[in-house]
């Protein structure tokens, strides 16, 4: 009944802004205006609105993680309505990465599981949800894929392969699937996609999922497989330009070392393809300044990126601006850039607005 209510919220909203969307600019649905960056921050440590505080900048994005809940019945509304409440009032959009762990630390579904349509039921509820909101969204089905730690990874950390439901060929096929439910659309013409692809076709009774054109896949990888073995390269996870709006990657600097050579290597395989969002990124511990002032650099000489955000963590103080006091400076200085500012692009809104 929640979810109802509150579409009609929405509604209310996209009607209100209407004439500010009528011209929103090419590409995938929530692209910045050419020659602007949106800015983000990740983790629930800080949200968009107390960073802009700290950082003296406007962040348009807030990255948020998911556990993977489908045995509770209300698991996507427990985890997102009041999600898409805070970015209404906050004037931000979402990132919504799928995790693919439940609570307890476990995997909640294999790849394999995901494309033979085994939580479909799942995904339907999540698609219905982020469509119905009407806000722009960015989906992130589950990340860093490419490294071991990741439950979806195709490999172990020593290099031996995972079984057959982890291959990357099932990672490629479910990440379709779940493209292909929320992007929404005609169930007719996502069944023989699916089925073309080597996939069941899904399991709804409905003939049309809710669709609000402003849903966007992320496809998410490392820039370099972890373990760096054959097979586990970012290429090999990816699963096709028909499914796939952005491409990202996630950047660390551990002892004041990053690693710009395989970004730069992902960058120009794949950003003539997609816009590119740098997904993840921090300084690991140390407090480092050159870090977040070549970053800031990197961007300004890579226009195919439309999205800097910053990871500043969930439960402890690894990554936060808070506790590195010459990054934080160093972060200020670089978000001034007039790139990064661009008044009224919002949940709502797809253009820069004068105030």
């Known amino acids: 009944m929640e979810i109802h209510i509150f579409g009609a919220i929405f509604a209310a909203v996209v009607t209100t802004v209407a004439p500010v969307n009528a011209f929103g600019p090419p590409g995938p649905p929530g692209m910045p205006p050419k020659g602007t960056v949106m800015l983000g921050v990740g983790g629930s440590d800080l949200g968009p609105v107390d960073f802009d505080e700290l950082t003296g900048a406007t962040h348009d ?4 993680t998911t556990a993977w809940d489908e045995g509770r019945e209300d698991g996507w509304t427990r985890a997102l309505i009041e999600r898409f409440r805070q970015a209404l009032r906050g004037d931000y959009r979402l990132m919504v990465h799928i995790g693919p762990m439940t609570h307890d630390g476990e995997e909640g579904r294999s790849p394999g599981e995901v494309a033979r349509g085994v939580a479909d039921q799942y995904l ?39 079984d057959a439901d982890h291959a990357a060929l099932q990672y490629r096929r479910a990440f379709i699937r779940i493209a292909e439910i929320v992007r929404g659309g005609s169930v007719a013409q996502i069944d023989r996609r699916l089925v073309a692809q080597g996939m069941p076709p899904l399991d709804t ?11 966007a896949l992320v496809w998410n990888p490392q820039s370099q497989g972890s373990p760096n073995v054959r097979g586990n390269q970012p290429a090999d996870y990816y699963p096709g330009r028909a499914w796939v709006d952005y491409v990202a990657n996630d950047m660390y600097a551990q002892r004041r070392r990053a690693a710009w050579a395989t970004n730069e290597a992902f960058y120009e395989q794949y950003a003539t393809q997609h816009p590119y969002m740098m997904a993840e990124w921090a300084p690991w511990e140390l407090d480092d300044p050159a870090f977040v002032t070549r970053m800031f650099d990197w961007v300004a000489t890579h226009p195919r990126t439309v999205a800097l955000i910053y990871y500043h963590g969930t439960g402890d103080h690894t990554f936060h601006l808070t506790h590195k006091p010459d990054s934080l400076a160093a972060y200020r200085r670089g978000a ?4 990064y500012r661009c008044p009224a692009l919002s949940s709502w809104t797809a253009a820069c607005v004068e105030p």
């Open 205 to 215: 009774d409905d003939v049309h999922l809710p669709r609000s054109g402003r849903v």
């Open 124 to 162: 339907l509820d999540l698609g219905r949800i982020v469509n119905e909101s009407g806000q722009y969204l960015y989906v992130r089905p589950p990340g860093e894929m490419n490294g071991s730690w990741s439950p979806w990874s195709a490999f172990d950390a020593d290099g031996a392969p995972r």
């Open 61 to 64: 994005i807030h990255l948020v």
């Open 336 to 339: 001034a850039a007039p790139r």
